[in-house]
Protein backbone atom coordinates (compact mmCIF):
# COMPACT_ATOMS: atom_id res chain seq x y z
CA UNK A 1 0.00 0.00 0.00
CA UNK A 2 1.30 3.84 -0.85
CA UNK A 3 2.54 5.55 2.87
CA UNK A 4 -0.12 8.76 1.78
CA UNK A 5 -2.12 9.44 4.55
CA UNK A 6 -5.80 8.75 3.08
CA UNK A 7 -4.93 6.96 0.55
CA UNK A 8 -6.64 3.46 -0.14
CA UNK A 9 -5.64 0.91 -3.18
CA UNK A 10 -9.47 -0.16 -3.78
CA UNK A 11 -11.41 2.68 -3.45
CA UNK A 12 -11.28 6.49 -3.58
CA UNK A 13 -13.21 7.96 -0.39
CA UNK A 14 -16.13 6.83 1.80
CA UNK A 15 -19.50 8.16 1.99
CA UNK A 16 -19.75 10.51 4.80
CA UNK A 17 -23.12 9.10 5.86
CA UNK A 18 -23.27 5.64 5.32
CA UNK A 19 -19.76 5.16 5.11
CA UNK A 20 -19.86 2.86 1.91
CA UNK A 21 -16.89 2.96 -0.02
CA UNK A 22 -17.06 5.04 -3.11
CA UNK A 23 -14.88 3.94 -6.00
CA UNK A 24 -12.27 5.33 -8.44
CA UNK A 25 -14.35 6.90 -11.27
CA UNK A 26 -17.37 6.05 -9.59
CA UNK A 27 -20.32 8.42 -9.50
CA UNK A 28 -20.72 10.28 -6.03
CA UNK A 29 -22.52 13.31 -4.67
CA UNK A 30 -21.97 16.51 -3.04
CA UNK A 31 -24.08 19.31 -2.03
CA UNK A 32 -24.47 22.52 -3.39
CA UNK A 33 -23.83 24.72 -0.54
CA UNK A 34 -20.44 26.22 -0.11
CA UNK A 35 -19.84 25.47 3.57
CA UNK A 36 -20.49 21.40 2.62
CA UNK A 37 -18.47 21.25 -0.15
CA UNK A 38 -15.33 23.38 1.10
CA UNK A 39 -11.78 21.14 0.75
CA UNK A 40 -11.53 21.17 4.37
CA UNK A 41 -15.27 19.84 4.57
CA UNK A 42 -15.10 17.70 1.80
CA UNK A 43 -18.57 15.75 2.33
CA UNK A 44 -19.03 13.33 -0.10
CA UNK A 45 -21.83 10.65 -0.74
CA UNK A 46 -22.70 7.58 -2.65
CA UNK A 47 -26.38 8.15 -2.65
CA UNK A 48 -29.04 10.89 -3.18
CA UNK A 49 -30.65 9.51 0.26
CA UNK A 50 -27.46 9.63 2.05
CA UNK A 51 -27.12 13.30 0.83
CA UNK A 52 -30.72 13.95 2.08
CA UNK A 53 -30.24 12.71 5.20
CA UNK A 54 -27.29 15.31 6.30
CA UNK A 55 -29.83 18.44 5.09
CA UNK A 56 -31.34 18.54 8.53
CA UNK A 57 -28.61 18.88 10.40
CA UNK A 58 -26.79 21.24 8.69
CA UNK A 59 -30.20 23.38 8.52
CA UNK A 60 -29.83 24.15 4.89
CA UNK A 61 -32.82 26.65 3.20
CA UNK A 62 -32.31 25.64 -0.18
CA UNK A 63 -29.74 22.90 -1.39
CA UNK A 64 -29.80 20.19 -3.63
CA UNK A 65 -27.39 17.31 -4.58
CA UNK A 66 -24.86 17.34 -7.41
CA UNK A 67 -23.87 14.56 -8.85
CA UNK A 68 -19.88 14.26 -9.62
CA UNK A 69 -17.50 11.59 -11.07
CA UNK A 70 -14.45 10.26 -8.93
CA UNK A 71 -10.57 10.53 -9.78
CA UNK A 72 -8.61 7.79 -10.95
CA UNK A 73 -6.06 6.20 -9.03
CA UNK A 74 -3.32 7.76 -10.12
CA UNK A 75 -5.12 10.97 -10.44
CA UNK A 76 -6.11 10.93 -6.34
CA UNK A 77 -2.58 9.92 -5.88
CA UNK A 78 -1.36 13.26 -7.24
CA UNK A 79 -3.63 15.48 -5.40
CA UNK A 80 -2.79 13.63 -1.82
CA UNK A 81 1.18 14.06 -2.78
CA UNK A 82 0.49 17.68 -3.79
CA UNK A 83 1.81 17.19 -7.10
CA UNK A 84 -1.31 18.67 -8.89
CA UNK A 85 -0.40 22.39 -6.93
CA UNK A 86 0.96 24.50 -9.73
CA UNK A 87 4.03 26.91 -7.78
CA UNK A 88 3.17 30.03 -6.93
CA UNK A 89 5.64 32.54 -8.77
CA UNK A 90 6.79 35.48 -5.87
CA UNK A 91 7.29 38.78 -7.42
CA UNK A 92 9.26 41.25 -6.16
CA UNK A 93 8.63 44.80 -5.49
CA UNK A 94 10.05 46.13 -8.55
CA UNK A 95 7.85 43.87 -10.80
CA UNK A 96 4.85 44.91 -8.54
CA UNK A 97 5.85 48.49 -8.99
CA UNK A 98 6.32 48.15 -12.77
CA UNK A 99 3.08 46.54 -12.96
CA UNK A 100 1.52 49.38 -11.37
CA UNK A 101 2.87 51.85 -13.15
CA UNK A 102 1.57 49.77 -16.39
CA UNK A 103 -1.90 49.37 -15.48
CA UNK A 104 -1.58 53.26 -14.58
CA UNK A 105 -0.61 54.33 -17.73
CA UNK A 106 -3.44 51.77 -19.50
CA UNK A 107 -5.98 53.66 -17.61
CA UNK A 108 -5.37 57.14 -18.67
CA UNK A 109 -6.71 58.35 -21.90
CA UNK A 110 -4.70 59.92 -24.97
CA UNK A 111 -4.50 62.67 -25.00
CA UNK A 112 -5.64 64.57 -28.37
CA UNK A 113 -4.83 68.07 -27.69
CA UNK A 114 -7.00 70.78 -26.23
CA UNK A 115 -10.63 69.56 -25.87
CA UNK A 116 -13.10 72.15 -27.57
CA UNK A 117 -16.76 72.27 -26.70
CA UNK A 118 -19.20 73.75 -29.68
CA UNK A 119 -21.90 75.58 -28.74
CA UNK A 120 -25.12 75.23 -31.11
CA UNK A 121 -27.13 78.84 -31.16
CA UNK A 122 -30.68 78.29 -31.00
CA UNK A 123 -32.92 79.46 -33.88
CA UNK A 124 -35.73 81.43 -32.33
Not at 82 to 108: H, L, S
Amino acid sequence: MTEIAGFHETFWRRCNSCKKEIPYLGAYWVCNVSTCNRKRTGLVFCEVSCWDAHVPGMNHRESWAEERKAPTREEWERTLSGEDKVPRKRRTKAEMEAERKAQEEAAKPASTGPKIILRRSRAD
